[in-house]
């Protein structure tokens, strides 16, 4: 791998980061899924996706450091937007997609993010624990835990000049009141729990960031998420088989269990 400057964008100016650019191939699952891919590292290596409930799971492991890696296939450039718990990995504010301060990738770009953006030169690395210990937590912010997101929104095309006829006229707007969504108080916070899969920000680490405009269109391209669980949790949930098949196998076969056999002697190599 190569370093390089990256750049996080929206609609006006926001922050780039050192990331790391994967020139080597990448792994066939990755390519197949489509112009955008979001994946799960730990110790270098995509996590396993599993399919249910209408999601996509991967399995946790509790206090073990893990990367995402977000590639874009195309060859136009794009900005993501990319939360953790709900929180923008670049502030870790809570915000709508659109208005979120986001990566930039060029085409056929790969970037991995290590962990939280915490100043222009410094972050501090995601790390898989439980809701009473998580970021989201620490900040007062838990309602979204469990879930990784990326919002990809493709750079604006200059538009054509309008053509301006006689006697016409743009239509004004005025600003309406408030919709009950955004009048509305937070919702409460659940009681966490220390056995349900969260985000830590962990050991700092070297990461440099600047800012640039990027031009965005109004509209994400697309939307991916990842639900993690720990094994438990995702037995629980019906996305991992439950073992009681296989331990009902396992007592079987103890029960088969026997001391000895016919009467045999220990084979002899040499014969």
Do not use: C
């Amino acid at each position: 791998m190569t370093s390089s400057r990256q750049v996080l964008s929206g609609k006006i100016a926001l922050v780039l980061a050192v990331l790391w650019i994967t020139s080597a191939a990448l792994p066939v699952a990755a390519i197949d899924r489509g112009p955008y891919s979001l994946e799960i590292l730990v110790d270098g290596i995509p996590l396993s996706e599993h399919a249910a409930r209408g999601k996509t799971y991967i399995e946790a492991t509790q206090d073990h450091e893990y990367s995402i890696r977000v590639t874009n296939h195309t060859a136009r450039r794009i900005a993501v937007a990319l939360s953790v718990d709900g929180l923008n990995t670049i502030d870790a504010k809570t915000t709508s997609a659109g208005k979120a301060s986001k990566w930039i990738l060029s085409p056929h770009q790969t970037i991995t993010l290590d962990g939280w953006q915490t100043s222009s030169t410094t972050a501090r690395r995601f790390f898989f624990t439980t809701e009473e210990e998580s970021y989201g937590a620490w900040l007062g912010r838990a309602s979204n835990l469990g879930i990784i997101s990326a919002a990809v929104f493709r750079e604006r095309l200059p538009e054509p000049a309008p053509i301006i006829r006689p006697n016409s006229r743009e239509g004004g707007r005025t600003q309406g009141e408030k919709s009950k969504k955004d009048s509305a108080p937070p919702a409460p916070e659940a009681e966490l729990s220390d056995d349900l899969a969260a985000t830590g920000i962990g050991r700092e680490l070297d990461h440099q960031v600047r800012q640039v405009r990027f031009e965005s269109e109004s509209s994400p391209a697309a939307v991916m998420e990842l639900r993690y669980e720990y094994h438990e949790t995702l037995v629980r949930l019906g996305v991992l088989p439950r073992p009681y098949a296989q331990r009902k196998r396992s007592l079987q076969r103890r029960e088969r269990a026997r001391g000895f056999e016919g009467m045999e002697f220990a084979p002899d190599p040499w014969r």
